[in-house]
């Protein structure tokens, strides 16, 4: 098949980060084809409500109160971040890549789509060796939910074992949704391998007694490194580049804040866009959040209850610079410093040689 110069970008993936990037590149004027099998977005995403300045004109979320937390949260109303993406400089291809080089992703039906940069925002599947952050939920009416989170609150981390449960450690998370109801999930935040659905939903229905509703399962890996610095092909972008923090897996605020300095960095080049993804301070922030996991991975249940209270004990800005200074090398070193300095010997330990 014949292949066809379509775009100066052509992105796989219409996930967050493939319709972040394409918007951004849209808007600074590059011609844009997104290749995306489908166009929804299943996931209940949130992020912290100070980060939804990164999100497009457009997005609607709700916010919600954090119990026990000053930083308010926010959780997407995903339509609403779709549209907001949308640009008339944007083409959608409803297909699948196959495989893809620097200029070139040849599509499952053979088509080879030809531009001046691929991106790869395919994001990333759980594997076996992985380390993974799984959860069960169950979206249930708000009042159902009213004896674990009053209207418009969070509950983000409750460490308190589900009754009959013991290792490893799993929390409840609980947030409003968009259409009124809330998703109550239990979550096991990093495991290698994640814990299974089937236990998972025992430890909710166990927390909370019998729930009806739809469903969400979710399993990512959090281990996905950044990619190496001479790295050639296609450039990936969002979970497909590293972008998933590994204490927490969390990935869409710098996913949107990232998406147009990329854009902007297109006339530059490959080298160009790939320094603005990576930077020498993200780099060694990253080698930092993954002493983090190493730690969490070697925490008891007790433990886990221990650390995260004394975490969320922290100074606001500590916790923030950790959880959301992507490129805040002093911000990250201090908050871990000050965390050490505050912990019981037995966690120190751990932190120090997990
Ligand atoms: C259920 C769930 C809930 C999460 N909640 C949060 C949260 O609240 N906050 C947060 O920050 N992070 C969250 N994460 C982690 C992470 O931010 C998400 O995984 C996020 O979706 C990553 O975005 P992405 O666009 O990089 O990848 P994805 O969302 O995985 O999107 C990749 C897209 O590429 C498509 N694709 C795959 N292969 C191909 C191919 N060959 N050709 C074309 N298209 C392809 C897929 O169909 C998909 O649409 C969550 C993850 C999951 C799984």
């Known amino acids: 098949?014949?292949?066809?110069?379509?775009?100066?970008?052509?992105?796989?993936?219409g996930g967050p980060a493939?319709?972040?990037?394409?918007?951004?590149?849209?808007?600074?004027?590059?011609?844009?084809?997104?290749?995306?099998?489908?166009?929804?977005?299943?996931?209940?995403?949130?992020?912290?409500?100070?980060?939804?300045?990164?999100l497009p004109a457009g997005a609607r979320w709700v916010p919600a109160r954090v119990r026990g937390l000053a930083r308010g949260y926010?959780?997407?109303?995903?339509e609403s971040v779709l549209a907001a993406c949308a640009h008339p400089g944007i083409e959608v291809v409803r297909a699948r890549v196959a495989a893809?080089?620097?200029?070139?992703?040849?599509?499952?039906?053979?088509?080879?789509?030809?531009?001046?940069?691929?991106?790869?925002?395919?994001?990333?599947?759980?594997?076996?060796?992985?380390?993974?952050?799984?959860?069960?939920?169950?979206?249930?009416?708000?009042?159902?939910a009213a004896s674990v989170v009053a209207p418009g609150e969070a509950v983000f981390m409750d460490w308190r074992r589900p009754p009959g449960f013991g290792e490893p450690a799993t929390f409840l998370y609980a947030?409003?949704?968009?259409?009124?109801?809330?998703?109550?999930?239990?979550?096991?935040?990093?495991?290698r391998p994640g814990l299974g659905f089937a236990e998972l939903r025992d430890r909710l229905h166990a927390r909370l007694g019998p729930l009806d509703g739809?469903?969400?399962?979710?399993?990512?890996?959090?281990?996905?490194?950044?990619?190496?610095?001479?790295?050639?092909?296609?450039?990936?972008f969002g979970a497909a580049a590293g972008f998933v923090h590994p204490a927490t897996g969390f990935s869409l605020a710098d996913t949107f804040r990232l998406a147009p300095?990329?854009?902007?960095?297109?006339?530059?080049?490959?080298?160009?866009?790939?320094?603005?993804?990576?930077?020498?301070?993200?780099?060694?922030?990253?080698?930092?959040?993954r002493r983090g996991l190493a730690t969490l991975l070697s925490l008891t249940a007790t433990e886990h209850e221990e650390f995260f209270d004394l975490f969320f004990a922290l100074?606001?800005?500590?916790?923030?610079?950790?959880?959301?200074?992507?490129?805040?090398?002093?911000?990250?070193?201090?908050?871990?410093?000050?965390?050490?300095a505050r912990a019981p010997a037995h966690l120190r330990r751990k932190m120090v040689t997990p």
């Not at 691929?118 to 594997?127: M, N, P, S, Y």
């Not at 993974?132 to 009042?143: D, I, K, L, N």
């Not at 947030?175 to 495991?191: S, Y």
Request: one cysteine or more; proline letters at 8%; glycine letters at 8%.
């Open 214 to 236: 739809p469903v969400e399962r979710v399993r990512f890996p959090v281990d996905v490194p950044p990619p190496p610095l001479l790295a050639s092909g296609a450039i990936p």
């Open 261 to 289: 300095a990329v854009a902007s960095a297109f006339r530059g080049g490959p080298a160009a866009v790939r320094r603005v993804l990576w930077p020498a301070p993200a780099r060694l922030v990253y080698r930092l959040r």
């Open 175 to 191: 947030v409003p949704r968009p259409d009124g109801r809330v998703l109550l999930e239990e979550t096991c935040l990093a495991r």
């Open 315 to 340: 100074p606001e800005r500590r916790q923030r610079a950790y959880l959301s200074g992507r490129t805040d090398l002093a911000g990250v070193t201090a908050a871990m410093a000050v965390l050490f």
């Open 74 to 78: 926010a959780v997407l109303d995903n």
């Open 1 to 13: 098949m014949a292949d066809v110069l379509v775009a100066d970008v052509v992105i796989a993936g």
């Open 100 to 144: 893809m080089t620097a200029t070139g992703a040849r599509l499952a039906h053979g088509e080879v789509l030809r531009a001046g940069m691929v991106f790869d925002a395919t994001g990333v599947l759980g594997a076996a060796n992985r380390v993974e952050q799984t959860a069960f939920g169950v979206v249930v009416p708000a009042e159902r």
């Open 18 to 54: 493939g319709w972040a990037l394409a918007r951004a590149c849209a808007r600074s004027g590059l011609r844009v084809t997104l290749v995306a099998p489908t166009n929804t977005w299943p996931a209940t995403y949130g992020m912290w409500l100070d980060e939804t300045s990164v």
